[in-house]
């Protein structure tokens, strides 16, 4: 019993600090048969403290929970920097971009110093602070009411900037994909905002580590017909993966 306890408690931690497990993975971890772990999933997911998905399991996500950028931060950090690495290496000298406020957004921002002639808008204060008097780079923040947590400006001024404009290429973040419930994120002013970002774009690139996908959040930003390309980590599920490419979305792992 002492031994169920232990696993139990030690599985609980890795998905409270990486946002997901696998049962595959947890299976080798732990040295028991998968079937050993789905009683253990199903026992978190009774307790209310995770979401069951296909070969794995999700941090249950409050939909009115509304984490800190610093928590956000200590999730999938390495996931995070990969997709960050490629994402940056899609954006071409002369573009124009928009990079939604996130910490993993905030990796492609760290990674497109070197651009040449790049406009970026951004409602985040803090890839603002990143980019400031880098040279060959027109910045434009869209102006709003700062929401604390997330660094992040929103409201109708930071609409109203979007409105004025057109990009190439939006690289957005999101709290939840998921088929039935379509991109999520868990305030209100910044969905809207992120629907205006979709909508002003010419190409929507969904930067997200898997740890989002089967999971939905309070406030809906759009369906999935818009994203060209998901850019994810190597965790995604067959089930997702071959889903998002039958709707024609491109699938990148890194």
């Known amino acids: 019993m002492k031994s169920t306890v232990d696993r139990r408690d030690k599985i609980i931690h890795k998905i409270q ?7 595959d993975e947890l299976s080798e971890e732990f040295d028991v048969s998968t079937v050993t772990i789905r009683n253990d999933l199903d026992f978190f997911e009774e307790k209310g403290l995770i979401h069951r998905t296909y070969g794995g399991a999700l941090l249950r996500n409050n939909v009115y929970n509304d984490p800190s950028l610093e928590e956000k931060q200590k999730i999938n950090m390495e996931e ?4 960050g690495e490629y994402a940056a290496g899609l954006v071409q000298n002369g573009e124009s971009i928009i990079l939604d406020s996130g910490t ?6 760290l990674r497109l110093k070197e651009k040449k002639n790049l406009t970026l808008m951004t409602n985040a204060i803090n890839i603002a602070v990143e980019l400031a008097g880098v040279s060959n780079l027109n910045l434009m923040l869209t102006g709003g009411v700062l929401r604390d947590k997330s660094y992040s400006l929103v409201g109708p001024e930071a609409e109203r900037t979007m409105q004025n404009y057109y990009f190439d290429k939006l690289f957005l973040g999101v709290d939840g994909m998921d088929f039935e419930h379509g991109l999520t994120t868990s305030n209100p002013q910044e969905a809207q905002l992120n629907r205006l970002m979709v909508q002003r774009s010419n190409k929507v690139i969904a930067v997200t580590d898997s740890s989002k996908f089967g999971r939905h959040s309070f406030s809906y930003i ?5 994203i060209g390309m998901v850019i994810t980590d190597d965790r995604i599920s067959d089930e997702y993966e071959q889903g998002l490419k039958k709707r024609d979305i491109a699938v990148v792992k890194v």
């Open 17 to 23: 600090s990486e946002g997901s497990v696998r049962v």
């Open 80 to 83: 995070k920097g990969r997709i």
């Open 104 to 109: 993993t957004t905030r990796e492609i921002a």
């Open 222 to 226: 759009c369906d999935l017909n818009p």
